[in-house]
T-cell receptor, first 118, second 119 residues
Framework: AQTVTQSQPEMSVQEAETVTLSCTYD???????LFWYKQPPSRQMILVIR??????QNATENRFSVNFQKAAKSFSLKISDSQLGDAAMYFC???????????????FGRGTSLIVHP | GAGVSQSPRYKVAKRGQDVALRCDPI?????LFWYQQALGQGPEFLTY????????KSGLPSDRFFAERPEGSVSTLKIQRTQQEDSAVYLC?????????????????FGPGTRLTVT
């Protein structure tokens, strides 16, 4: 079974600075998707960024970028120019891309709470 | 609607009561997931529908949990004889395409959740 580990329960950053949230995962598969989701206090979870494992290029969405290290099974999220609205829980998630059994079931980490100081 | 909606947003139930949680997915979305999110945890998979078919219910914690999506749109998660350990936020998510084939449209849109407190 796949596991997703977020070792930082909480992170803090000053407004306008850069912060990196870490995520590692364990899998024996070579084809999969990785995601970062943001869950603000209102609890509506939204997709921040996604990465397909077969793509070597790191995904980028405006101020959000990832550092995908496939061999190390690491998938960190970098938030540049942090804003007060970035404060939220961030979840890393894994989903297999293979067609087998329950492989479409996403596995989520326990989350990292990001605090942004003005 | 513009997004996934869930009702009620908050539910307090006495132990032993039955509850029903509703999810309205985005119109036209084929796939629908239910998740349970305990305090301080990530979402845990409960069950998956493709249209009206419940393809996977392996995450339902006991036979007290039952989910349906009879017309392939609105879904209801029912919990019978609620217990304190059922207290959690129940999230619903929908996706335009099926997730069970390679390359399927995989982006899930989440609802705001229903916070269930069992006293």
């Amino acid at each position: 079974a796949q596991t997703v580990t977020q070792s930082q329960p909480e992170m803090s950053v000053q407004e306008a600075e850069t912060v990196t949230l870490s995520c590692t995962y364990d899998t024996s598969e070579s084809d999969y998707y990785l995601f970062w989701y943001k869950q603000p206090p209102s609890r509506q979870m939204i997709l921040v960024i996604r990465q397909e494992a077969y793509k070597q290029q790191n995904a980028t969405e405006n101020r959000f970028s990832v550092n995908f290290q496939k061999a190390a099974k690491s998938f960190s999220l970098k938030i540049s120019d942090s804003q007060l609205g970035d404060a939220a829980m961030y979840f890393c998630a894994y989903r297999s891309a293979t067609r087998s059994g329950g492989s479409y079931i996403p596995t989520f980490g326990r989350g990292t709470s990001l605090i942004v100081h003005p | 609607g513009a997004g996934v909606s869930q009702s009620p947003r908050y539910k307090v139930a006495k132990r032993g009561q039955d509850v029903a949680l509703r999810c309205d997915p985005i119109s036209g979305h084929v796939s629908l997931f239910w998740y349970q999110q305990a305090l301080g945890q990530g979402p845990e998979f409960l069950t998956y529908f493709q249209n009206e078919a419940q393809l996977d219910k392996s995450g339902l914690p006991s036979d007290r949990f039952f989910a349906e999506r009879p017309e392939g749109s609105v879904s209801t998660l029912k919990i019978q004889r609620t217990q304190q350990e059922d207290s959690a936020v129940y999230l619903c998510a929908s996706s335009l395409g099926t997730l069970i084939i390679r390359g399927g449209r995989y982006e899930q849109y989440f609802g705001p959740g229903t916070r269930l407190t069992v006293t």
